[in-house]
């Protein structure tokens, strides 16, 4: 298992955190519905700030390193619409 930090870390240098309200449902980056924290499954954006990630990676270091890691997954995996259409076909 990765450590937590060190995602925390990977997730920072891809632009992960993007704290919302908390009646915000859909996602800032690609407005997409997001889940009950506050998370997009579509993009992997996190909808809370990255001191309290850290801050539940004290307490909770595995659980925090497996939301980070899918959050991380699912930005490698995701295509913005209509950014780089161009360059797949
Ligand atoms: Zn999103």
Do not use: W
């Not at 632009?15 to 915000?24: D, N, R, S, Y």
């Not at 997009?40 to 909770?60: F, M, N």
Request: with cysteine.
């Amino acid at each position: 298992m990765a450590d937590a930090q060190a995602l925390l870390a990977e997730a920072k240098t891809m632009g992960l955190f993007k704290p919302q309200a908390p009646f915000e449902v859909h996602c800032a980056n690609c407005h997409a519905r997001l889940d009950g924290r506050g998370d997009c499954a579509t993009c992997g954006l996190i909808g809370r700030s990255e001191a309290e990630i850290a801050k539940r990676a004290q307490v909770d270091p595995a659980g925090t390193a497996k939301v980070l890691q899918a959050a991380i997954d699912r930005r490698r995996a995701y295509k913005p619409a209509g950014r780089e259409r161009s360059a797949e076909r």
